[in-house]
């Protein structure tokens, strides 16, 4: 069962990539380390015009929840995201 395009946006600033025990939304990323990572936001951000760039190989799409382990950065001009393609896999840094 995937809602890939209709992931909600965690506290922490991710979008939900994971599910509590119980079935919830939750930020793997997050869980243990910040606070929000199992809360949902309430008013979830605007992200109409603003981009998401790859953290690994700097490629940009238009910011969704959908994308993998989207985070929204609101004090950055870009969103991050991770798109998992050859590049990305190939040269970590
Ligand atoms: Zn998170
Ligand atoms: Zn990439």
Redesign the pocket.
């Known amino acids: 069962m995937t809602t890939a395009n209709l992931r909600p946006m ?1 506290k ?3 979008a939900a990539n994971s599910l509590t025990w119980e079935k919830k939304p939750a ?1 793997a ?2 869980f243990g380390i ?1 606070d ?2 199992t809360v949902v936001a309430e008013t979830p951000p605007d992200l109409t015009g603003r981009e998401a760039g790859c953290s690994y190989c700097g490629k940009t799409r238009p910011s969704s929840p959908g994308l993998a382990f989207f ?1 929204h950065c609101p004090e950055l001009t870009r969103d991050r995201f991770y798109c998992g393609c050859m590049d990305c896999g190939g040269r970590r840094r």
Do not use: L, S, V, W
Request: net charge neutral.
């Open positions: 965690m922490c600033g991710h930020c990323i997050c910040r929000g990572a985070e």
